[in-house]
């Protein structure tokens, strides 16, 4: 049985993101042929997201907004602790950590972003929710560049866990496809093209939902490892020096009932306390700890 573990928090807020779209969506379609949004523009007859959280359910997409940054940003968070822990494979470079470091630090950005451009909306606030909207945007963009940085290097580390290459592609394409659609999204705006920019607006949200599912990934290995993640090779004998000591420290932590024994190639093996074998792909037989 798959159990609760951190994945579950890109999960939820992949979930309410996409709920919170579809809510204001459907919306829309049921209550545009009654009337007007007064944030419109005279020839526009496709609503931007943003005309309709500025009306009755602008509390469904504050409300929204603000579980689905805040389980995304955990799920950042999560990333750099597992990794720091040794249940996810660990940075082994001030550089990597670096890169971690930024991705955090600009997914906060499109957090405060989105948050207050839900606050602030187009109706009442026009130019500050402009702006917040490009932070929104950027600050995501820029942690996913940043992220796609540090995955890359740790997948010339550790080639074996073909996860990080998989996640890296993911992040790579969300970043091309969005910068593709923001380009065009500002086009369309500056071009008076209210409906084009509606619909390409709808698209960079939704996709948005595929990026934050996309931490699932990341974080489901940590169900199979252990609190000393045990099995992290790498191809660089330093590096791997430096996994193993990065384990040790991680172990002397905890009080183990049973003798650990760790050998040149990167495995451990758990004594008599219920921790199994670790293997090449960074998973560990025996019972699963739920985070």
């Known amino acids: 049985m798959l159990r609760p573990s951190y994945w579950v928090f890109p999960i939820i807020s992949g979930l309410?993101?996409?709920?919170?779209?579809?809510?204001?969506?459907?919306?829309?379609?049921?209550?545009?042929?009654?009337?007007?949004?007064?944030?419109?523009?005279?020839?526009?007859?496709?609503?931007?997201?943003?005309?309709?959280?500025?009306?009755?359910?602008?509390?469904?997409?504050?409300?929204?907004?603000?579980?689905?940054?805040?389980?995304?940003?955990?799920?950042?968070?999560?990333?750099?602790?597992?990794?720091?822990?040794?249940?996810?494979?660990?940075?082994?470079?001030?550089?990597?950590?670096?890169?971690?470091?930024?991705?955090?630090?600009?997914?906060?950005?499109?957090?405060a972003g989105l948050i207050l451009l839900s606050i602030f909306d187009t109706l009442r606030h026009?130019?500050?929710?402009?702006?917040?909207?490009?932070?929104?945007?950027?600050?995501?963009?820029?942690?996913?560049?940043?992220?796609?940085?540090e995955y890359q290097r740790l997948g010339t580390h550790y080639s074996s866990h073909k996860v990080l290459r998989i996640s890296f592609w993911i992040k790579l394409i969300f970043i091309i496809v969005e910068v593709i659609l923001a380009i065009a999204f500002a086009a369309c705006n500056f071009k008076k093209a209210s409906n084009a920019a509606a619909v390409l607006e709808w698209a960079v949200a939704f996709i948005f939902s595929f990026y934050v599912f996309?931490?699932?990934?990341?974080?489901?290995?940590?169900?199979?490892?252990?609190?000393?993640?045990?099995?992290?090779?790498?191809?660089?004998?330093?590096?791997?020096?430096?996994?193993?000591?990065?384990?040790?420290?991680?172990?002397?932590?905890?009080?183990?009932?049973g003798p650990m024994d760790h050998h040149a190639d990167g495995y451990t093996t758990g004594g008599g306390n219920g921790y199994g074998n670790g293997h090449t792909n960074g998973y560990s037989n025996g019972p699963h700890n739920n985070f």
């Open 16 to 111: 309410v993101w996409l709920g919170t779209l579809l809510g204001l969506l459907i919306w829309w379609c049921v209550d545009a042929h009654r009337a007007r949004y007064p944030s419109m523009e005279p020839t526009q007859t496709i609503a931007y997201i943003s005309d309709v959280g500025a009306q009755k359910l602008k509390p469904l997409f504050i409300t929204g907004c603000v579980i689905t940054t805040i389980f995304l940003d955990i799920s950042f968070l999560s990333d750099r602790w597992l990794r720091h822990r040794g249940r996810l494979v660990p940075n082994t470079t001030t550089v990597e950590k670096v890169l971690s470091g930024l991705t955090i630090l600009f997914a906060v950005v499109g957090t």
């Open 214 to 257: 996309s931490f699932y990934v990341d974080l489901f290995p940590a169900v199979r490892t252990r609190h000393t993640g045990a099995g992290f090779k790498s191809r660089d004998p330093a590096v791997r020096r430096e996994a193993d000591r990065q384990m040790e420290e991680a172990g002397s932590d905890r009080h183990l009932n």
């Open 126 to 149: 026009p130019k500050l929710h402009d702006i917040f909207l490009l932070l929104f945007i950027a600050g995501y963009v820029l942690s996913a560049i940043f992220i796609c940085a």
